[in-house]
């Protein structure tokens, strides 16, 4: 976290100059390729339970998997070594891709919805 401290002269003026120091907690980060300045209790609200968002990598593999399932079941390929060899990937990863077509649909739209079962390892 970074800290930024503002100084300046009090409101009430007296005999004496005085400073006061004010500490206050900024967090600088990039969001969308452009500096946001945060405030503690911004950071707080981001930090309170919210839904949980999708896991886009598995998103990613139940996408290939369907598209691919659908290739195979048009004809338009053959068989998994095809793709494979189309995809420029393992045989073993494609198959194992392809095995996410035959999840519980229930499974399938809590994926969707970022819901996943606990214990769920990502594709």
Known sequence: MNYFYLTGTPVTTSDLEKQISTFIPLKFAKRSGR?????AEDAMKAAEPHNPLPDT?????????FHWQRLLDR????????????ENM??????EILRLTLLDP???ESILRGRQPEGLPSA
């Open 106 to 108: 229930g499974i399938v």
């Open 75 to 86: 004809g338009i390929v053959r068989s998994g070594t095809e793709i494979a060899r189309k």
């Open 57 to 65: 990598t598995l998103m990613n593999a139940l996408a290939k998997a």
């Open 90 to 95: 393992d045989l073993a990863t494609v198959n």
């Open 35 to 39: 500096c946001v300045v945060t405030t």
